[in-house]
C-alpha cells in the first residue's frame, strides 16, 4: 500500500482568491506543511519577505513555478527567456525550493517546426544548467499533456522528459503530474525508468466530461485517475516526497479556499 | 516530395447536412473519388442501396467508420459490442470498403481500471479477427488523441496500436489520422516501425486555440499540424493510399456542404 506523503499546496489552486501572503497563512492554519508559489505571487509580495514568510510559518517550499517555455520565435525570444530561467533559479534557491518545475512552452506564433521547438527546449535547458547545478536547484522536467502541445508545451511525454534527464544527469529531475501522464500507455515502463528522477508529484484529477483544455482539472477523487496506483508506481521508483495539489480549474477558483483546503486535505487523505 | 493521394471524404464532415445518398452524389459531381461512411448513415440509406448507390458513382470505399469500442461494465456489454463489430464486418464487406476503422473504446461507466480497459480492447480484436480475415476486411486500428483516453479511446497512441498489429498480425492494421498523432515525440520512430501496416490516412488540423476536445478540428492549413511531413513519413513506410478528410467542426458543420467542398479539395492540393 502506499502513502500519498505530505501534503502541498500549490498557489495556483486558489490563485483566483488569494495573495502569497493568504497561502502562507493559510496553508499554517489548515495544517498543510508544503507550499509551492507562482513566480508572479512571489514578485507581487517580494521575493526576501515572501522567502521570510514561509520559513516562519514553518512551511516547506516543494518547487517554485515555473520556469522553462524556451521556444520563441527569433534568438532574442530565446535568450530573453534563458535569462528569466536565470532569475527563477535564483529566486528558488533564495526561497528554498527543491527544485524550478520547467515546462515545454509551445509552438512559436506562426510555427509548424515542432522537432525545432523541442530542439529550442533542448537548448534551453543546456544554457540554465550550470547555474541551476550552481545553486542546487533542480530542473523538474514536467510533461504536459499532449493536448496543450501546440500552444503550451512540446515536452509531452514522461519518455522524452527521460531522455533528457539521462542526456543532463545531474541537477535535472521530472515533476510528474497524474493529469498529465495517466493515459499512457508506456507509464508503467517508463516509471521504472525514473527511478532516482522524481523530484515533484503533483496530483488532480481527470474529469468525464472535460469542458476545458487547461482549466477543468478536477478535485482528486472525482475523476478517472488511480492516483494510489501511479503514487505506488511512483515509490517503486524510489520516490517518497510530497503529494502536491495543483488545481487549474473555474469551477474551484470560484469556490472560498476555506472551504477548499479542508477538502483538498479529505482528498489527499482518501484518494491519493 | 510527398504527395497527398487520392481524396476521401469522410462523411462525418457534412453529417448534420447531408444524408449518405447527398454525400454520394455530392462526391461524384465535385470530383471527389473516395468515401468513407458511418454506420449509422449507411443504416438511414440502406445497406445494399448504399453499396449500389456508390458503386454506380463509380466511388470507391476506404474505409468503413466504425468499430471497436469493446469496452464494457460487464460480460453481457462486451458480448454485445464483439457482435456489433462483427455486423460492422459485414456491413464493410458489401461495401466493399478496405478496412473497419477501429477505436478503443472509453473506460467503461465508473471505472478507473486503465489496463482492464485496454485488455477488454485487446479481447476484442482477437474475438472478431477471424470474421475480418475471412472478410477480406482490414481492422484499422486507430489511436485518438490522449484526451479521448477516459471517454473515447483507451487506443491511445501508434506505438500501442503497432504492438497490438504485430501480435495479431494478418487482418490488422493502422488507421493514422495526423489529429491524433502529430504530437507525438515518437513518431518518427513509430512510423518506421508502420512499415506496411497503414491501412487509412486521415487529416485535419490542430487548431490554436482549440475550443473542445472532440468537436473543434480544424481544416486543413488552418491550424499547426505539418500534414506534408507526416504524410512524408507514411510514405516512407510505404504507403501511397488515399488521403481522408475527417473533420468533426461545429463550424463546418454549420457550413453549406456545397461551399466546404470545395474548399476541401483546394487544402487537399495547397496543405496536405
Not at 493559510?26 to 508544503?34: F, S, T
Not at 508572479?40 to 516562519?56: F, S, W
Not at 532569475?87 to 510555427?111: K, T, Y
Request: aromatic fraction near 6%; include cysteine; proline fraction near 6%.
Amino acid at each position: 500500500m502506499s502513502a500519498p506523503g505530505p501534503l502541498v499546496l500549490n498557489t495556483v489552486t486558489v490563485r483566483d482568491r488569494w495573495t502569497l501572503a493568504q497561502c502562507i497563512e493559510g496553508c499554517a492554519r489548515h495544517g498543510i506543511p508544503g507550499i509551492s508559489p507562482w513566480r508572479d505571487k512571489v514578485a507581487e509580495l517580494g521575493l526576501t519577505v515572501a522567502a521570510r514568510q514561509i520559513r516562519d510559518a514553518g512551511l516547506f517550499v516543494s518547487g517554485l513555478c515555473r520556469g522553462g517555455m524556451f521556444p520563441a520565435a527569433d534568438a532574442a525570444g530565446r535568450a530573453a527567456a534563458i535569462e528569466e530561467n536565470r532569475r527563477a533559479i535564483e529566486e528558488a534557491q533564495v526561497l528554498g525550493a527543491q527544485c524550478v518545475v520547467i515546462i515545454g512552452g509551445g509552438l512559436p506564433p506562426g510555427s509548424k517546426d515542432l522537432a525545432g521547438a523541442r530542439a529550442m527546449l533542448h537548448d534551453g535547458i543546456a544554457a540554465i544548467l550550470p547555474e541551476a547545478r550552481a545553486a542546487g536547484v533542480t530542473l523538474a522536467l514536467e510533461p504536459l499533456h499532449p493536448m496543450t502541445c501546440a500552444d503550451r508545451s512540446v515536452l509531452s511525454t514522461l519518455a522524452q522528459a527521460l531522455d533528457l534527464c539521462e542526456e543532463f544527469g545531474a541537477g535535472t529531475g521530472i515533476a510528474l503530474d497524474v493529469y498529465h501522464v495517466w493515459w499512457d500507455p508506456d507509464l508503467p515502463r517508463q516509471m521504472a525508468r525514473a527511478s532516482g528522477r522524481i523530484a515533484a508529484f503533483h496530483v488532480c484529477d481527470w474529469l468525464v466530461p472535460t469542458t476545458d483544455l487547461v482549466f477543468d482539472r478536477g478535485m482528486m477523487g472525482d475523476g478517472v485517475i488511480d492516483i494510489p496506483g501511479i503514487r505506488a508506481m511512483a515509490e517503486a521508483a524510489g520516490f517518497t516526497g510530497p503529494c502536491e495539489v495543483e488545481l487549474l480549474s473555474r469551477r474551484w477558483w470560484a469556490e472560498d479556499p476555506e472551504t477548499v483546503l479542508p477538502l483538498i486535505k479529505r482528498r489527499h487523505a482518501e484518494a491519493c
